[in-house]
């Protein structure tokens, strides 16, 4: 069973910086391709970013390109998303997922709340 657990999330003022982690157990991570979503409240969930499992790929939602930016660790089982120029319409709960790159089940994390402040 693969488990995801996120964490970084907080309370900051606009303009500020977070750096969310995912860390991944219990299958090979270099495995996945990894991605960042995010659900404010009364919304769907949406994409924020992704990365491919040897991290030579990447892909932004428009909304977040050229402020965050995605990026892993394999020998850490971790993937981050760090996140500048923060904006109030940036919050949400930020969730993690695995989707194994040879194709099957993706996983999801629990969330970390991320809130921006104006």
């Known amino acids: 069973q693969v488990q995801l657990v996120e964490s970084g999330g907080g309370l900051v003022q606009a303009g500020g910086s977070l750096r969310l982690s995912c860390v991944v157990s219990g299958r090979t991570f270099s495995s996945y391709d990894m991605g960042w979503s995010r659900q404010a409240p009364g919304k769907e969930r949406e994409f924020v970013a992704s990365?491919?499992?040897?991290?030579?790929?990447?892909d932004y939602a428009y909304s977040v390109k050229g402020r965050f930016t995605i990026s892993r660790d394999n020998a850490k089982n971790t993937v981050y998303l760090q996140m500048n120029s923060l904006k109030p319409e940036d919050t949400a709960i930020y969730y993690c997922?695995?989707?194994?790159?040879?194709?099957?089940?993706?996983?999801w994390g629990q969330g970390t709340q991320v809130t921006v402040s104006s």
């Open positions: 990365i491919n499992w040897s991290g030579s790929s990447t």
């Open positions: 997922n695995a989707d194994p790159a040879a194709g099957g089940k993706a996983f």
